[in-house]
């Protein structure tokens, strides 16, 4: 792939049911391979936890794994992407 095809992205997910947390790490290991970075905060105040994804690829494949994170029941997920 061509550099000038890749994006740089940020993906937040919040995670209101935390029996989906096992489904949202096999997502997300499966797209490790765009993964920059990944940082996890439990916020026990609001019974909720907190992923942002660093990641760099093509925009197909940022949006497949957003689709796919944003199809799993007990969390909400939203991302953005440079432009080209």
């Known amino acids: 792939m061509d550099e000038s095809d890749k994006r ?10 935390l029996n989906c947390t096992a ?9 490790s391979f765009l993964i920059v970075g990944r ?3 439990p916020y026990r105040e609001r019974g909720v ?3 942002s994804l660093i990641v760099d690829g ?3 494949d940022i949006s497949a794994l957003t689709g796919k994170l ?3 029941a007990g969390a909400t997920v939203k991302s953005m992407v440079t432009k080209k």
């Not at 740089?8 to 049911?17: L, S």
């Not at 489904?23 to 797209?31: A, D, G, L």
């Open 8 to 17: 740089i992205g940020i993906i937040g997910i919040v995670i209101t049911d």
């Open 23 to 31: 489904e949202i790490n096999q997502i997300v290991h499966e797209y």
């Open 39 to 41: 940082m996890g905060i």
């Open 49 to 51: 936890s907190v992923i």
């Open 58 to 60: 093509s925009n197909d």
């Open 70 to 72: 944003g199809r799993v």
